[in-house]
Nanobody, 123 residues
Framework: QVQLVESGGGLVQAGGSLRLSCTTSRRTFGNYGVSWFRQAPGKEREFVALIGWNDDNTNYADSVKGRFTISRDNAKNTVYLQMNSLKPEDTAVYYC????????????????WGQGTQVTVSS
């Protein structure tokens, strides 16, 4: 079992920045592909960004490309999502998800999920 804990959410004005963290106690976290998803009220959970388990390959949703950066520090068992130039439409609960040696934008492929962290961007 892999327990994921997100942190770093909050309230920020449009144009501001936040950095989300996804941490686990699992020492083999480097063997997991990790993605960030988000879910706004009344909408389905959507893919935001992913980072691979073996080569740190990254992929982003078009809506966040150029503004968000995903990275990982395996020594700290942590994946980050740096969010810059935030917009009101980025407001959502952000979830990290992990899968053993797999990295995909497909939500159902992920076995492990965090509890989510709220990001609110005011206009």
């Amino acid at each position: 079992q892999v327990q994921l804990v997100e942190s770093g959410g909050g309230l920020v004005q449009a144009g501001g920045s936040l950095r989300l963290s996804c941490t686990t106690s699992r020492r083999t976290f480097g063997n997991y592909g990790v993605s960030w998803f988000r879910q706004a009220p009344g909408k389905e959970r959507e893919f935001v960004a992913l980072i691979g388990w073996n080569d740190d390959n990254t992929n982003y949703a078009d809506s966040v490309k150029g503004r968000f950066t995903i990275s990982r520090d395996n020594a700290k068992n942590t994946v980050y999502l740096q969010m810059n130039s935030l917009k009101p439409e980025d407001t959502a609960v952000y979830y990290c998800a992990a899968a053993w040696r797999r990295a995909t934008i497909t939500r159902v492929a992920y076995e492990y999920w965090g509890q989510g962290t709220q990001v609110t961007v005011s206009s």
